[in-house]
């Protein structure tokens, strides 16, 4: 029988992330704030926490924490103990694209005019309705590689029930799954979350006879964590990620999509959301995040994005001429590498310009604003960024899972990567750096045959990081003139643009963190992790060990950007 399953589950009810209620603060009590706890593990964070008077809203295993509310003398007498971690509880909150600095690029609002008489859209809303030629997948597509039995979670704002509907309707055999991280009510009022999922899933076919999701057959587990705003806080991200983690056996969830970037404001092992992916990957979930939007400056990687295990997603656009890849080009929005810690990122490039995705135009905010780039078809949509580009590498992890369930997250990441094909200009010398295009764009029929091993997160140790025994730096330098470039384990430079050729991606390595990387006109990180010995890094910020995430540090799911 065809048929659809459509499981509404409350987030107070269900395994290990349920949301605990706080009680109502007695009348003239010192005002609480927000906090992530961690400490040996969740049941210690909780003695500890419950010890000085505090409440507890989130259990965070994930993380050994938890998150709670405490006055600033409950913060203090915590932070007295040196025995826990605390960090404040930032805003997570969605941004129309916004520059690295924090303030928001206009949104278009006069697309130019089409002269294509298919459509009485804007140029700009011509959709890109070949991502799966261009990356391959329509051939696996004949070959009977759809998804089925691949499970894709993702962390968004949720999907529209007229799309669950329209598969109904439309009789697919698609399994849905639907988790509300904060225990509101599930609906996506924003749109973002429903455009992401179905760039992966969408069963649905388009004009041209293909499929519009990268793997239709998936199931697609939807965890909202943000709401119509695109508003969040780490808690209730932190709370989706505890979520997946605790119910990846029972769903079967192998792929999780992170289509948001935050600025990063710690090493990569300090931030609680970085900490809870890394669990994921160490657990087997292969964790695809977007590079963010913030390009093309240099060191514009976002969390969870500067993870150095995961696959990090940076977008490619067809300049609207599908028929000749010589006219491909990186977007100019899609975030560049390196991270503060010296890794190359992103991984890969994938479509990332004008694709088609599903949302509500009745509730959907984005569609609201943008009704310019509406197909007037099934509410389909016209978006682009990084994380539409997330997003198609999602379902083309997916692709690979299927065709062989056996592939850790690391061999799917190596594989990926050792079949991609960087840019080129016409002498053969590579169009972009590998800081903004990491091993190219992604050819996901050559990485589901490819037999690589072995390539991906080389002196790496991700239970050590975890543990925090050890922890990463990875192999790019800064010269005197300000650009980056990339060493060998012997510190000599990798070929002029990054590259070793023939011996692998030694770029995408680590080191450990004790050998002293200069960095930044001759300044030493040192083994005690003070950056540049106290100056000031980026924009203001000083980066150390004791970092404490704030509000400044909010996390924007990437909304939109100009149609490219």
């Not at 706890?37 to 419950?50: E, N």
């Not at 590079?291 to 977008?315: D, H, M, S």
């Not at 903004?436 to 080389?458: F, H, L, P, R, W």
């Amino acid at each position: 029988m065809r048929s659809i399953l459509s499981r509404w589950l409350m987030a107070a009810t269900v395994a290990g992330s349920a949301l605990v209620l706080a009680q109502p603060a007695a009348p003239h009590a010192m005002p609480a704030s927000a906090y992530i706890v961690q400490s040996h593990g969740a049941q210690s964070a909780v003695r500890i926490v419950t010890g000085v008077g505090g409440r507890i809203t989130h259990d965070l295993p994930i993380i050994h924490g938890v998150s709670a509310m405490l006055t600033p003398a409950q913060a203090t007498r915590l932070r007295q103990l040196g025995t826990v971690d605390l960090f404040a509880d930032s805003s997570v909150r969605t941004q129309w694209e916004s520059t690295w600095s924090g303030t928001a690029r206009s949104p278009v609002t006069t697309p130019r005019q089409s002269t294509s008489s298919r459509d009485a859209v804007a140029h700009d809303a011509v959709p890109n309705q070949d991502a799966r030629v261009e990356i391959g997948a329509d051939r696996l597509g004949a070959q009977g590689f759809d998804g089925s039995g691949v499970t894709v979670a993702v962390l968004d704002t949720g999907v529209a029930s007229s799309w669950i509907q329209a598969i109904q309707n439309t009789g697919y055999s698609k399994q849905l799954v639907t988790y509300s991280a904060d225990g509101s009510r599930f609906e996506d009022y924003s749109g973002h979350g429903s455009h992401v999922a179905t760039i992966i899933g969408n069963p649905v076919r388009s004009i041209n006879g293909q499929p519009l999701g990268l793997a239709p057959m998936v199931t697609v587990i939807a965890v909202k964590a943000f709401d119509g705003n695109g508003s969040s806080t780490y808690a209730s991200v932190l709370s989706g990620l505890n979520w997946i983690f605790n119910n990846r056996a029972t769903y079967n969830i192998r792929v999780l999509n992170l289509s948001f970037a935050a600025k990063p404001q710690s090493f990569y092992w300090n931030d609680p959301i970085d900490q809870a992916v890394m669990s994921l990957w160490q657990a087997g979930v292969v964790v695809v995040a977007s590079a963010g939007n913030w390009g093309p400056k240099a060191q514009t990687i976002g969390v969870p994005g500067n993870v150095p295990y995961i696959i990090t997603v940076g977008a490619m656009t067809d300049n609207y001429t599908p028929a000749n890849p010589l006219n491909y080009r990186l977007t100019s929005f899609s975030s560049t590498g390196p991270t503060f810690e010296g890794f190359v990122k992103p991984e890969i490039l994938a479509p990332g310009g004008h694709i088609i995705g599903t949302m509500d135009g009745n509730t959907a905010l984005i569609a609201q604003q943008h009704p310019a780039f509406q197909l007037h078809i099934d509410n389909l949509y016209i978006m682009s960024g990084t994380s539409q580009a997330a997003a198609v590498v999602s379902g083309a992890v997916a692709l690979m899972l299927q065709a062989d369930p056996s592939l850790t997250p690391d061999t799917v990441k190596c594989r990926l990567m050792s079949s991609a094909r960087p840019a080129v200009d016409a002498h053969g010398q590579l169009a972009y750096s590998v800081f903004q295009q990491g091993a190219g764009e992604i050819n996901v029929y050559d990485a589901v045959y490819s037999q690589s091993t072995g390539c991906a997160n080389a002196g790496l140790n991700i239970a050590s990081d975890l543990a925090g025994t050890a922890h990463f730096g990875g192999p790019a330098r800064q010269a005197a003139d300000g650009s980056y470039y990339v060493v060998d384990q012997n510190g000599s430079p990798i070929n002029q643009q990054g590259y070793l050729w023939n011996n692998g991606y030694l770029w995408n390595s680590g080191y450990l963190w004790n050998s002293g990387y200069l960095w930044n006109n001759g300044y030493l990180w040192n083994s005690g992790y003070l950056w540049n010995n106290g100056y000031l890094w980026n924009n203001g910020y000083l980066w150390n060990a004791s970092f404490t995430p704030s509000a400044a540090s909010a996390s924007a799911i990437n909304m939109w950007v100009n149609q490219e």
